[in-house]
């Protein structure tokens, strides 16, 4: 039995891990790693079996948000060349989400750029998801509008919104070194008040923005005493044009350790491997997937993911199901597998600009 039994049995007991024992996951070496997944997935395991989530992102109104987040492509003076548009029509939102939920998601998260929704952004977004649910009765709608206003997530959870996301994204400690045109407060009260109104909270964390070890622990053990349900932990996409381009800190195995430390803080929520996981985690995704239960298919609000067929390969071979999917025979799962005539980045750490999906006339990455 190693160290990491030992944290990984308190978690499966639903045992909050001390913060010495999270920090000494983020600080073990290399050689202990295989013994950090295993004990990582005991975890998973025991409230997640094999299933595999899927979860697709519509970026509904993207780019010219008036708020300065350091990490963000769409921030207020970004040069990031990414796409930019005004709120879609219904119909470009349903049309977007039903081709994720073609690929296999079960959630669709519905996100706009943005400091906060006005009540009349309110009444466009749950009109877009009544629609949505009529058509889809059985997928989940995950909402991302920003800071909400009283009243707002209590129209959205009456339209049929099951979750709202807004990630706390790093300790409150380090926030004012990440935004300064609102607080870390502001994010935690738009959570409570998402979960007070019936609807699911999402909330997770941003790993390579400059934090400690320390931080990340705060937001992971900050999550943990909010309830949130889902737990996204991103990896910074450091975008040409952003304060924070060019800061490439992590390394595959460090995302891993950060993982596993979410899964022993968070043992039974749903743990959403998210954007920047093709850049660096690269070939180890797919031991990521022994710590996480959920993960983003396809592309992210303004950067292209790796193929939905190589999603569905890697989780096939892997060993584990997608959640809702019916049972395939193996040598249907292996004909998904990406054609390897296919060109591939350049360098790993290159970041793909979305140029297809919602906003274009071209087709989405299911």
């Known amino acids: 039995m190693t160290r990491f ?5 308190k978690a499966v007991a639903r045992e909050l891990p001390t913060r010495q024992e999270a920090l000494a996951v983020l600080a073990g070496d290399d050689d202990e790693l295989m ?38 492509s769409q921030r207020v003076g970004s040069a990031a060349d990414v796409l930019k548009y005004t709120w879609l029509k219904t119909d470009e939102v349903i049309a977007s989400a039903e081709a994720g939920v073609a690929g296999g998601a079960r959630r669709v998260c519905l996100v706009a750029s943005g400091r906060g929704p006005t009540d009349k952004d309110i009444d466009r977004v749950a009109s877009a998801i009544g629609a949505f649910k009529e058509r889809n009765p059985d997928i989940e709608v995950c909402a991302c509008l920003g800071l909400l206003a009283d009243g707002q997530a209590e129209r959205l959870a009456d339209a ?15 926030y004012a070194d990440i935004c300064t045109t609102h ?14 109104s019936g609807l699911s909270p999402c ?5 390579g923005l400059g934090e400690t070890d320390e931080d990340l622990v705060d937001v992971a053990f900050a999550l943990r005493a909010m309830g949130a ?32 430390m979410v899964r022993f803080v968070n043992p039974d929520a749903e743990v959403r491997l998210a954007g920047g ?32 067929a190589a999603d569905l390969a890697m989780i096939a071979d892997a060993g ?3 959640e809702g999917a019916p049972a395939q025979p193996p040598d249907q799962a292996a004909d998904e597998r990406p054609d390897p005539a296919q060109p591939q980045p350049a360098h790993p750490g290159l970041v793909h600009v979305r140029r297809r999906g919602a906003g274009t006339g071209l087709p989405a990455n299911t």
Do not use: M
């Open 320 to 322: 584990f199901t997608v």
């Open 203 to 207: 909330s997770g964390l941003i790993a």
């Open 35 to 72: 013994d950090l997944v295993a004990a990582a997935f005991r975890v998973r395991r025991e409230f997640f079996g094999r299933r595999v989530k899927l979860n697709y992102l519509v970026n509904i109104k993207s780019g010219l948000c008036p708020e300065d987040c350091f990490y963000c």
């Open 160 to 174: 049929g919104t099951t979750a709202y996301n807004h990630n706390l994204n790093t300790s409150g400690a380090h």
């Open 183 to 196: 607080e870390y407060a502001d994010r935690v009260s738009t959570v409570a008040a998402a979960k007070q």
């Open 5 to 9: 039994d030992l944290i990984a049995a």
């Open 277 to 308: 996981r093709e850049i660096h985690l690269r070939t180890l995704q797919p031991l990521a997937l022994h710590i996480v239960n959920s993960i983003f298919l396809g592309d992210y609000l303004t950067s292209e993911g790796q193929p939905g």
């Open 229 to 260: 349900d889902s737990v996204p932990v991103n990896f910074l996409i450091p975008f040409e044009g952003t304060p924070l381009a060019g800061q490439w800190q992590l390394t595959p195995q460090r995302c891993l350790r950060i993982l596993a």
